[in-house]
């Protein structure tokens, strides 16, 4: 069914990281931006504007560095991800330093939130697990499993700390919201999952107990709450009653992805088994698989919203693969 229709090089090698590919439509020319994290470094680029197979034109391919405390002290990226929110995309880079706030081509710098000490031990933090969520927040998880809430501004750099949710006991892993809706759901390393009401407070609504696997990828579709298991399990929930719909053994390996096509209802995962696998989550069932030779997997996303086109990124490579029905 899918089938590779190209391969694009980028500047340096994926980081093995979960959910390490990020894609947004650019409003300017509404040509698509992809984003994959090296080290502590993220590149932004136009797929669109590629010149062949041998690199990208500099002045396309954007280095975005992060920084920490200094303008010397760089720091290593846990990830990066675009948050569309009612007036303006932001794209945050959550790393072992803090999290940073740039313009959505990574041009300028708009805010920078270095993190305390861990709430419990009093160790160093990381950052980990970003969601656009309504019309003015974005939400951060921190690895003492607090989720720090920004109130962003129409335009400018007036973020402000709106307030943390400290619910989960464990690191954040991942964050999701729908486009359409002011719930998100956030996952933990011990496998539970949060839905969380946003509005004046975010209001916890329910908690999906673990499976003793981190819940690595997450994502709300619908009434679905989806997770993506390190067993190698994906899991369905009821955003609402919170009861188990289906559980899959989807992959032989750690599951480091999944992505849902919100028009469709298609679901992509990928795993460190090679494995690229798609379902139909209106019928529960797999519609096509194949096996990405020599490659373990970071990170994929559907491109557009019908799932006919996505992409994919594997560790130690510098290539995004994009397939297509």
Not at 201 to 208: A, G, S
Not at 261 to 272: I, Q, V, W
């Amino acid at each position: 069914m899918y089938k590779k229709v190209s391969s694009l090089p980028i500047k340096s090698s994926a980081s093995l990281l979960y959910n390490n590919f990020d894609v947004v439509k650019a409003s300017e020319n509404n040509n698509h931006l992809f984003a994959v994290v090296h080290k502590s470094i993220v590149w932004v680029f136009d797929p669109s504007q590629s010149k062949d197979e041998k690199g990208f034109n500099n002045s396309l391919c954007r280095k975005v560095i992060c920084k920490g405390e200094s303008m010397h002290d760089s720091a290593i990226v846990l990830q990066a991800k675009w948050c569309v929110l009612a007036t303006r995309t932001l794209l945050v880079i959550a790393s072992v330093k803090g999290v940073q706030m740039f313009e959505a081509d990574g041009s300028i710098m708009l805010f920078w939130q270095a993190l305390g000490t861990h709430r419990i031990h009093g160790h160093a933090q990381y950052a980990r697990g970003v969601a656009a969520v309504g019309e003015r927040y974005i939400c951060i998880g921190v690895a003492d499993g607090s989720i720090l809430v920004f109130d962003i501004p129409n335009k400018g750099t007036t973020v402000k700390l709106h307030e943390t949710l400290s619910e989960h006991r464990t690191s954040i892993t991942d964050l999701h919201s729908h486009s359409s809706s002011d719930n998100m759901i956030s996952g933990d390393e011990d496998g539970n999952i949060i839905v969380w009401r946003a509005g004046g407070h975010f209001t916890k609504l329910i908690e999906i107990m673990g499976f003793g696997f981190p819940c690595s990828s997450i994502r709300l579709w619908k009434t679905m709450v989806i997770g993506g298991y390190g067993s190698g399990h994906i899991r369905i929930f009821n955003a609402v009653t919170g009861k188990i719909i289906a559980e899959i053994t989807a992959h032989a390996k750690w599951i480091n992805a999944i992505d849902v096509a919100e028009d469709s209802g298609l679901l992509l995962s990928s795993s460190e088994d090679s494995f690229i696998r798609v379902w139909d989550l209106n019928k529960m069932v797999l519609i096509d698989q194949f096996l990405v030779e020599n490659s373990q997997i970071t990170g994929a996303r559907f491109i557009d919203n019908s799932g006919d086109t996505f992409g994919l990124t594997a560790f130690d490579s510098n290539q995004v693969l994009i397939y297509s029905v």
